[in-house]
């Protein structure tokens, strides 16, 4: 659980950064490379990260919700890594 955890935070702290360094050099929008005045840390891609990735995981929930079509008929971890691994229809 402790390292699932580290990596989680890893991960996202990896990516948040990856987006901030994107919108500082002008590939992504400018927002998005502005970095908390108190903290100094990327807040905007940090948010930007996390609303994708939570956007990611609720069209799939709706997906299985609304149209009952899943693969295995389950909403398990493991069935989206299945899925999105795949490239599974929803």
Do not use: C, Y
Not at 24 to 32: D, K, N, Q, S, V
Not at 44 to 64: K, R
Request: hydrophobic share 45%; no cysteine.
């Amino acid at each position: 659980m402790t390292s699932t955890l580290g990596a989680l935070i890893a991960g996202t702290n990896s990516q948040a950064r990856l987006i901030f360094n994107a919108g500082r050099e002008g590939l992504l929008p400018h927002f998005m490379g502005k970095v908390d005045a108190k903290r100094r840390t990327p807040v905007n891609a940090l948010f930007v990260f996390l609303g994708a990735g939570l956007l990611i995981i609720g069209v799939w929930g709706l997906g299985h919700i609304i149209g009952g079509h899943a693969t295995s008929g389950t909403m398990s971890a493991l069935t989206m890594f299945d899925e999105s691994s795949t490239s599974a229809r929803f």
